[in-house]
């Protein structure tokens, strides 16, 4: 007698087969590879003539005494000291300087050790790097890099060694240095260069993780609980509107779909997503909900 497969079954496993390198979920996986992300790195930075990588996480969670946990999609340390954190960014929610700001005092923070002196902050410069599929600022460059200068004259740097590098999947036109990272981009927009050595690593890497049961069963785990939550929040939501009033109703279903992104370690920001994508609400209500029904490390709302 064949095993029923669970409801939205193929929903999910559609889902999988459909990711890109732009899904989150992928694009972290892609980058475990570490020789795939060594060369990202040194053809977003080709300054940095990185010759190895110390340390490499993704879906790096990063704990501190602020209310709000982050949760790096690539976070690498070279043999230089040099911090480098990759973002994937495939939304416009109109609040990247800010991210980018946080993201930044929360690194420092998992650098600088209680009792330590802040010039031990000199032996990681960092570089957070965003790769959008979207062009922030307007201007059509393919590359923005944003350094501390003072206002009066723009060579007197702060020269706090923190860089921020921003990427934009929609240019057409590249300078000499941004050549090296223009098929990934165009691979962003799903236009493939097959003539690229390292877009073909890039692509046969997702075939092998699409391939890979432990994988897939993790991410179909997740999809599908997360699948049944949402059902069930909306159904319950249904009754009770019935019952009690749709404004109840649909709090309960709020509820139950951030209870369970919690538990499963969820990013703040993805549960403000997921209230966005589910509930229509508005970014900052979203965040003021999150805020107020998620328990945060050392105890705080």
């Known amino acids: 007698m064949c095993k029923k497969l669970p409801e939205n079954y193929e929903k999910a496993l559609e889902k ?11 694009f972290g996986m892609v980058m475990q590879n570490k020789e795939i992300c060594l060369e990202l790195i040194n053809r977003a930075l080709p300054h940095l003539k990185a010759t190895q ?18 949760r790096y999609d690539v976070y690498v340390q070279d043999e230089d000291g040099n911090i480098i954190v990759i973002e994937m960014q495939v939304a416009d929610r109109q609040n990247l300087p800010y991210r980018l700001r946080y993201y930044q005092e929360q690194i420092d923070h998992g650098l600088l050790l209680p009792g330590k002196d802040y010039r031990d902050l000199s032996l990681h410069p960092t570089y957070v790097i965003m790769f959008c599929d979207f062009d922030y600022f307007g201007y059509g460059w393919a590359r923005y890099v944003f350094e501390m200068a003072c206002t009066r004259n723009h060579q007197l740097k702060l020269g706090d060694q923190r860089t921020v590098v921003i990427f934009n999947a929609l240019a057409k036109e590249f300078t000499k240095d941004e050549q090296p990272i223009k098929n990934f981009l165009a691979l962003m927009c799903n236009q493939v260069d097959n003539k690229s050595r390292f877009i073909t690593k890039i692509q046969d890497e ?6 890979e049961p432990e994988r897939r069963r993790g991410f179909m785990k997740f999809e599908l609980d997360l699948m049944d939550a949402r059902r069930e929040g909306r159904e319950e939501g249904q009754l009770e509107g019935i019952k009690k009033g749709q404004l109840k109703a649909e709090e309960k279903g709020k509820q139950k779909l951030v209870k369970f992104l919690s538990s499963q370690d969820t990013a703040l920001s993805e549960i403000v997503a997921a209230l966005v994508n589910v509930y229509q609400m508005t970014e900052k209500t979203a965040r ?13 709302e």
């Open 16 to 26: 999988w087969e459909k990711m890109t390198i732009t899904s989150d979920p992928m």
């Open 53 to 70: 990588i110390v340390q490499l996480t993704t879906q790096r969670d990063i704990n501190v005494v602020a209310g709000r946990r982050v």
């Open 206 to 211: 997702m075939v092998k993780i699409k391939q």
């Open 288 to 300: 003021e909900y999150v805020a107020e029904h998620v328990k945060t490390p050392g105890g705080h």
